[in-house]
Structures are given as structure tokens and as C-alpha cells.
């Protein structure tokens, strides 16, 4: 499954993994201790909704527009991330995970970058200028095991591939495990693309195998009943999640499900910890 990422900037899925993300990093914060923040892949940084590539699919429509326009305060944090990169009240430009992680950064954090790309490296760095990021161009899954253990006593990585290739679920896996040696109780965060049921039933059989103890499963089904040979959700892995995020985790994601439910469906949004098998 191809997902580059400008052709879906501010979708349903950026909606949930960008919510999600904010309230683990903040979780986290609450102790002062310092955290090292890593993207894996970063992507551009910055994305606008009125280019040729989001126009082309419009999800925007179906994601950040429908929670801008969401009463609930639940998304108030969202929200503020996004209008800090936009100078009216309405979305034109689209943080990635780059740009709001900056923001989340109090004076003791780290951030590292990771694009191998060439063309999105270099837009990359342009739209995290002024910002105390450190931006690498290295193989991801090379990057995230070099990181390991973070400097810090503690950290987050955020792994975010496009899914071009047909063994990026076997290599997230292995990279996993490797760096559940290295960094045991580290906090990962995985995002994927769902497009059905059985290929994701198969890959977390194999996760589960790894044996890691604490590995919370949110998936997000947009619609009531499997669409076949199309996307169908986005989901997240995390691992090693504190109780101050997965204890209010289901009324956020309660909230997150009525804003982004496609017309007519009122899809699924849960979270679930992963069994051993």
C-alpha cells in the first residue's frame, strides 16, 4: 500500500495519529524529567492543503475540516497545533509530525528528524528552520535503532513509513524487537494504514510473538463494514503508553470517532492491549 504523505495531509488518519500524539507527549511531561522525541520519518514538515497533491485526493475535508468544525473540547489541543502554523482561523497549512512535536518541546526536550528522501529532506529542514530540531537523512529503521537508548532517561519514537515497500510491516517487526532489547521500556508510537482485516489480524499475530508486555492497539475502521481493495481506517501501536494517557484515552477516542464518522457509518475507534499469543 502507497501512502505518501502530502497526498493526505490532514486526513482522518493525521487527525487520530496528531490528537493521539499530543496527549502521550503530554502524558509524559507531566514529570519533569527531560524526553528525546524521534521522528523516524519525518516527511516535509508542512504540508498545503491547497496544493496540487491534497487537492487531488481532498481528504482534508473528511479530516482536519471536520474537526476544526467539531464542538467538543477534547480536540481543543488538536486545534491549537494546527492553527499555529496558519495565520487565519481556517486550516490552509498542515503541521506534520515535525512541526508539532516542535511545539511540544519544553526547554530540557530534544527532537531528532529522520527523511531519507532527498526532495522532502530539504523541505524538511526549510520548515523546522528556527526550531532546535537535529534533521538526519539516514535508512529509518537504522536511524531508530541508532537513537537507542535516547540520552535522555526518557523518550518517544514515532515511526510513520509511507508502506511502499511489501516488507515494511516484516521490517517494522524486527526493528521492533531489536530495539525492545535496546530500550525495554522505551515509548514507541507506530502508525499504519488499514485496508483490511485479515492483513492486520496477521501482522499482529506477529507482533504479539515478540512478547512485549505493555503494546496497546488503537484502530481506527472508518466504515461499518469492510470496503474491499480500498483503505479502509489508519491505526496506531503503542508501546509502553503511562497511565496518565491511556486512562482518559477512551473518552478522547469516543470524541475522535462522532467528529470523523464518514456519512452514514459510524465506524469503530478503540483501543485494545495486545495478548500474548
Not at 66 to 85: E, G, I, K, M, N
Not at 91 to 109: F, H, K, M, V
Amino acid at each position: 500500500m502507497n501512502y505518501r504523505h502530502a497526498f493526505h495531509a490532514g486526513n482522518s488518519a493525521d487527525v487520530v495519529k496528531h490528537c493521539l500524539m499530543i496527549a502521550l507527549v503530554r502524558a509524559l511531561q507531566l514529570k519533569p524529567g527531560a524526553l528525546t522525541l524521534i521522528d523516524t520519518h519525518a516527511g516535509c514538515g508542512l504540508y498545503d492543503l491547497a496544493g496540487d497533491a491534497a487537492q487531488r485526493t481532498g481528504e482534508a475535508a473528511q479530516g482536519v475540516q471536520r474537526a476544526f468544525a467539531d464542538p467538543s473540547p477534547l480536540l481543543d489541543d488538536y486545534r491549537a497545533a494546527v492553527r499555529a502554523v496558519n495565520a487565519g482561523p481556517e486550516p490552509r497549512l498542515y503541521p506534520g509530525s515535525p512541526r508539532i512535536l516542535s511545539q511540544l518541546l519544553r526547554p530540557q526536550d530534544g527532537l531528532i528528524l529522520n527523511e531519507k528522501h532527498p526532495e522532502d529532506a530539504a523541505a524538511l529542514r526549510a520548515a523546522m528552520r528556527g526550531t532546535p530540531a537535529a534533521v538526519h537523512t539516514r535508512d529509518a529503521h537504522e536511524l531508530w535503532l541508532a537513537m537507542l537508548p535516547t540520552r535522555t532517561p526518557r523518550g518517544v519514537v514515532v515511526v510513520d513509513p509511507p508502506y511502499e515497500q511489501p516488507d515494511e510491516r516484516a521490517r517494522i517487526t524486527a526493528t521492533l524487537a531489536a530495539a525492545q532489547r535496546k530500550w525495554a521500556h522505551g515509548v514507541t508510537m507506530i502508525w499504519y494504514p488499514l485496508k483490511d482485516q485479515a492483513t492486520h489480524a496477521r501482522w499482529k499475530a506477529q507482533l504479539a510473538r515478540v512478547g512485549i508486555p505493555k503494546f496497546l492497539v488503537v484502530d481506527h475502521w472508518l466504515y461499518d463494514a469492510e470496503q474491499p481493495g480500498q483503505y479502509n481506517g489508519a491505526g496506531l501501536f503503542i508501546i509502553n503508553p503511562p497511565h496518565a494517557f491511556t486512562q482518559p484515552l477512551p473518552t478522547l477516542l469516543a470524541a475522535l470517532r462522532m467528529a470523523l464518522a464518514p456519512e452514514g457509518h459510524r465506524g469503530t475507534l478503540a483501543a485494545e492491549w495486545l495478548a500474548a499469543p
